[in-house]
């Protein structure tokens, strides 16, 4: 994640790239193209598509035909492939190379995953058909759910929510309602580390708690004695992150949950950085009520750009039962049920000791469907063993590039153990004038996107490198070697990082004039209404 | 393994420069109660591209495929034909494998895209602008009664009883941990939506009227009036739209004065997929967006001048804000958002027109062809591609029936308000420009076999 503008730059500045290479007519550098909007180069009454034939009369429409124009420009199929084809080749991509982005576990997405997603028997089915018509897809997120259940060591899972912000709301809500149906719905607070991802407090406090911070211990872990002591009877929840946003285990979790639970309350584990331990660590063992899976980070399914996710949630035994509806369940004879709204009750009092109390419903239908046969397909591909190699291959990256870079950059956890899947530096010892921002833009004109950068907040000016397991030893040495030479050049003062990138489709953007005067739609020139 | 590079000669190499033995050592924080210590039982070990694709293509055949049968359900998601080029222009690697755009300088190709997206939809939303996207209608639809509450200051939202059943059970889940008041209805198996009672029901206690449009049995209303009681009152009027080819063929919502409209793009681009991942539409009046949810993409200059674009107005959002965001959604549904701007862009408003008006057409004709069964009534006299009909019988069973004999007839009322006698007879239907004259016959005679 980046910060905005905190160097301060602005566009006045200049410090133009290519000068004294020539101007072209068209504005584009060979393969760099440049890509008007499609309001610019669209019309109205273009359409890539044909229709059949025939009449369209008759109308029950009421009064309520549209009259007015509407503004969508359209465009012949070669003008479409053409334009989002051209736009494409402005993003970086984990096809294209090492993405390094902290937290986020930018993996290879498999092309299986892609294919098994457009079978026509996942695709073109449609939620609300009788469940008789669609047992295979019902098998397939029960399949999902056993194995979420085997790999973490848990009871139950919920499988609707959409994204890992959305799972952690579950979570939350799993707990409250724990602790109502105890008659303790006055414990109102949620104990959160400094260090934890934003998300973290923002699902909290939306659930009606009230957020406290745990301070970290100079090695980089949530202080143990400090969360211990805060411990109450007005104590709900702890939110923990393991590992941890500075990349490293929290050693202490198991004790951390064990007092959390004498004193009553639940432990929350996000699980963003599930990748380190899948296969080799259940958060199960470590005392975990509830945490939430990115599908989109562990287990493969594309990033696409921001979305969509997939954030299911494993539960403990005294969580499942509130986890929302709907659910599947498999029963003896094969047959895979979907308990809706409607069969809640009755199927929890027959199979269920009728201890199931759902919390409600997230969304409308089951959850991310084709994430689902996504991540399956990619958890039968690994297998228990090749995930167990996953999370080594991980580890085993990340210590890589941290002693590969610790006499580089500053690597404040470093003197104290290994890391886990991921690597964090600070900017102490960069001179007056360069900061982490500038090393992250100088690594855009090295081909490569920036790591994490200012995340988390409890190390000044953090760099985190989450490389995964799916980089060659020849990949990683390469992007060390790049970002080793950024960073001797911000060491040795080297101007013009300040102004990077300057091989990029575009140059620093002036952020702060986007947020003082939002544009956020095109605006045509102003013409007179077409009118039918 | 086909998607792990290291050898074991590179695992070897790289554990000497670390100094460490063996990998064992490199998770020597994990406390020793907690270490698995060999793969975990009861899982199969990995497996090869053929053997993954055998196992879920059986799970596949186990589905009954919308294609392959007459087909008429609707109900927030919709069978649409989505033209060949948007599938594949999605699986470029720099879309499916990019990141959200937080570096724009190399994701321009992303935030172009959302402008373009944030623009398309807010035109065909009838708001001055329109976010990046949310994870669907549902949830789009809570987050704009949330916001409501942020922007009025009150507490009552008033939800129409066409409202889609599922987004009201989102509401209600959602409002018992924020002090949400909701007034929810049942729909009535009738011509008319709500619209007067709603009018009726605002009081100045309230911060939002909630109405789908179309509704849930498809019935179609002015909703300025709506608009006018709720503004009378200081209200806002929230439109959801959860069939967005609709806009095609009639006014929009924000034409008719509602502050924030929301809606379920799946129709376009997306395809029905079980039910997800959707992509939800979010638009507002531009007095609100300060307080929108979601990411919201603006345009900019960069160092050369040149023009380019950002994520902007983090402020609102949780990683900045923390406790204190607009909304805890972190992610929006990039890729699906991306589906729909491409098949927007070849639509184009002519084609969307066309499209929309093939729809309209097809319903026409095949609600009258189902009305002239006996023993089947149609309820709706204004819709737009989705009816409802009256059947002489219970409709679910009738469903379960024509089910087994192939044919997936539509929704019954009984499946979405279950116990709920005045419904039970009513069975919705949706019709695409993917649905043929032999489907609606043939679903008219076997209905009239069923209802004998």
New interface residues.
Partial sequence: ??A?NQSG?R?E?????GEGAPATFTGNRALMLE?P???EI????????D??D??????????????????????S?PE??R???R??????????GL?P?GS?T?????R?N?????????????????V??????L??IN?LAM?LI??TGMHGVAMSP?????G??CGI?CI?AALEARGEGHRKVILVPESA???N????????FA?EDIPATPDGRVDTAALKARLGPDVAAVMITNPNTCG??E?DL?DISDAVHAAGGYVYCDGANFNA?V????PG??GVDAMHINLHKTF?T?????????GPVVLSEALSPYG?LPYTARTEDGHVHLIE??RAEEFSNEHFGGKLDS?????????????F?RA??YI???????????A??A???A??VL??LEGTLDAPFAGS??C?HEAIFSDAGLPQGFSTLDI??GL?DEGY??MTVY?PLVVHGAMLVEPT?????A?LDQFIGALRSVAERAKAGDAALK?A?HY????????T???RK?????KDAPVAEAAE | MRYLPLTTDDRQAMLATIGAKTIDDLFADVPEAARLSGPIEGLPNHASELAVERHMARLAAKNTVAGDVPFFLGCGAYRHHVPASVDHLIQRGEYLTAYTPYQPEIAQGTLQMLFEFQTQVARLLGTDVANASMYDGSTACWEAVTMARRVTRKAKAILSGGLHPHYVSVAKTMAKYTGDVLETSLPTLGADTDIDALIAAIDDDTSCVVVQYPDILGRIADLKPLADAAHAKKALLIAVVTEPVALGAIRSPGEMDADIVVGEGQSLGVGLQFGGPYVGLFGCKEKYVRQMPGRLCGETVDADGKRGFVLTLSTREQHIRREKATSNICTNSGLCALAFSIHMTLLGEAGLRRLAALNHAGACRAADRLAKVPGVELVTPTFFNEFTLKLSKEARPIVRELADRGILAGVSLGRLYPGEGDLANGLVVAVTETTTAEDVETLATALQEVLA
């Fill in positions: 994640m980046s905005i730059w566009p500045m200049g410090g133009g790239s890509e909007t499609i309001f669209g019309s109205t009454d273009t359409t890539g598509v229709f059949a025939g009449d369209v009369a008759g109308s029950r429409l009421g009064d309520l035909t549209r009259k007015s124009a509407i503004g969508l420009p359209g465009l199929e479409t492939v334009h989002y084809t736009l494409s080749r402005q993003n970086y991509a984990i096809d294209l993405f982005l986020c930018m993996k290879h997405n498999p299986l892609e294919r098994v997603a457009r079978m026509p028997g996942f695709a073109d089915v449609h939620p609300l058909q009788p008789d018509t669609v047992q295979g897809a098998g397939v399949e194995w085997k790999l959409k994204a890992g912000a959305h952690e709301l809500l409250k991802h934003g998300t407090p923002a699902t909290a406090a939306f659930a009606g957020v490293l285990f050693r198991k331990i296969g080799r660590v259940r063992d470590l493969s594309p990033h696409g750009g921001g979305g969509p996710g997939s929302p709204e409607e919390f409600g419903r997230m969304v409308a239908f089951h959850g991310q469907m084709g994430m046969t399956l397909t039968l591909s690994h297998g228990a063993d090749g995930l167990k190699q996953v080594e291959d580890v085993l990256n210590n890589y002693r590969s153990g290994p886990m992250a833009k855009i996107h920036p995340f397991e799916t980089e060659s030893r990949a102004s990138p990029a489709p575009r140059r620093r953007l002036d952020e004039l986007a947020a939002p544009v956020l739609v095109w």
